[in-house]
């Protein structure tokens, strides 16, 4: 496309981006985080977002190529450093219910000639000290938001057979169509994307079931369900009351399963993407809500070193419904990029559960909220695990069973 017809596109994504993804509203702070590399989309949702009247917009710029030069260079004992200054400027934002939002710029190779014990150092600390700030996006206590930008080097990762140029066109046309930004009224698509979604969740929340059984395609596996579970889709809510989509693009219904109870085994459908590097073709086996055998065909050990990360990495905190139809699906190619990936396929996630997918949860206790299911970790990890071969049922109380799913389609009308 031309420049012009770009630069329009990258303002209409700018807009939906900060009218839908963030719902902003006039007076608010506005917290970005974002790699040097996505810089004119940033551009444009600063402009966007002091359009709709935010007070203040802060950019805080990364660069994941200079942190390759670091993990390949300095000392081991400093690669854990994490400065303070960042974690404390995030809080300050969150804890006063102003927004957040990260623009991603994928490298799904990155890190691959970095030794893995380097980056499960580097990894586990960002998680460590992002910690306290992660934890209220998990309880929704400000409006947030994650997308992503297009970049050469992940433009060339999807589409290795063209040239750099024609990939980083490609790509810019997958995200603004699977973003649905190539049609006349984004805005109002959106709103008919989201009330199709919560049509999905209020069917489910109203059957109650108990657990979920998944089979096909390497996979036989059941995850049961907290009896204080609840569905969530696009339409999430802060704690002041602002509407807002946690993730552009979102195709799915998700809900959190119980931390005891998953049996059985699941093989991922796409790579499983960690910070800087792929794990491919692998498959996880549960006892009692553990993850107690893995094997991967390729980075196994990186799969291994983010189980051990702590007890909780190695149990479920989100299983997410997306059907094999989607946007994203229907592009018949890998984005490399969770943030799309887990759009087109339904998911799992290793590790930290949502607090308002249990009904109460964002007021409970740690140890409470434990209690009812809820998993804790320093981890939360998506991985891929639909196709147009799987199906799911959902498991009432009697122990009688409802189709949920069949080769990978929604098998109820809502």
Partial sequence: MDRKNFSEALAK??????????????????????????APLVRAIVKAAYQAGVYYVDVMWDDELTTHIRLQNASKESISLFPNWRKDGMLEFMQANDATLLVRAEYPDLFDDIGPEIVSIWRNSRFKHLQPAMELTRRNELNW???????????????????????LEKLWEAIFQSCRVDVNNPIEAWQKHIQDLTKRK?????????????????????????????????????????LFVGNLPTEEVFTMPHREKVN?????????????SLIENFTLTFE????????????????QRLLNTDEGAR???EVALVPHSSPVSQRNHHF???LYDENAASHMALGNTYRFTMRGGTEMSDDEFQANGGNRSLIHMDFMIGSGEINIDGIRNDGSQEPIMRAGEWAFDA
């Fill in 13 to 38: 994504y700018a807009a939906v981006i900060v009218k839908v993804g963030l719902n902003l509203q006039p007076g608010q702070r506005l917290n970005l985080r974002a790699d040097v590399e996505v």
């Fill in 288 to 303: 009692n809500g553990s993850v107690v055998n893995a094997i991967a065909r390729t980075g196994e050990e990186n799969l």
């Fill in 202 to 242: 209020d069917f489910l929340n109203a059957k109650h079931f108990t657990a979920l059984h998944y089979y096909g395609s390497g996979t036989n596996l059941t995850v049961g369900l907290p009896e204080q579970h609840l569905w969530t889709s696009a339409a999430m809510e802060s704690k002041r009351g602002i």
């Fill in 264 to 276: 059985g085994y699941v093989t991922a459908t796409r790579p499983f993407s960690v910070p800087g």
């Fill in 336 to 338: 490399f990029s969770i």
């Fill in 145 to 167: 938001c994650g997308v992503a930008s297009a970049s050469p080097a992940w433009a060339k990762k999807v589409f290795p057979d063209l040239s750099e140029e024609e990939a």
């Fill in 315 to 317: 149990r479920l905190g």
